[in-house]
């Protein structure tokens, strides 16, 4: 089992900057990958940015250059910082972990992002 421990979400005005973090402990193999995902108010939950195994980036086309996904791996966590905000940014964030030798993915609790205008 992989748990993960989300922080920094938060209400922001349009224009600014929030950091997210997530946390990974547990039963922590190579390969995995661990990115972050949304939820909008009626709508499914998306991509916004992830690792692959390999170490390279995707991002979801409406965040691309604003956004940016890093990591520290001796602490086993991702980050997302978020900058120029929209609102429609708004929404609960989930941090994913892939396990890809038991090809599981683990979900975080998610936290709120809310951007006003």
């Known amino acids: 089992q992989v748990q993960l421990v989300e922080s920094g979400g938060g209400l922001v005005q349009a224009g600014g900057s929030l950091r997210l973090s997530c946390a990974a402990s547990?039963?922590?193999?190579?390969?995995?990958?661990m990115g972050w995902h949304r939820q909008a108010p009626g709508k499914q939950r998306e991509l916004v940015a992830t690792?692959?195994?390999?170490?390279?980036?995707t991002y979801a086309d409406s965040v691309r250059g604003r956004f940016t996904i890093s990591r520290e791996n001796a602490k086993n966590t991702v980050y997302l910082q978020m900058n120029s905000l929209k609102p429609e940014d708004t929404g609960v964030y989930y941090c994913?972990?892939?396990?890809?030798?038991?090809?599981?993915?683990?979900w975080g609790q998610g936290t709120q992002v809310t951007v006003s205008s």
């Open positions: 994913r972990f892939s396990d890809y030798v038991k090809r599981n993915n683990y």
């Open positions: 547990g039963s922590i193999f190579s390969p995995f990958g």
């Open positions: 690792f692959t195994s390999g170490g390279s980036t």
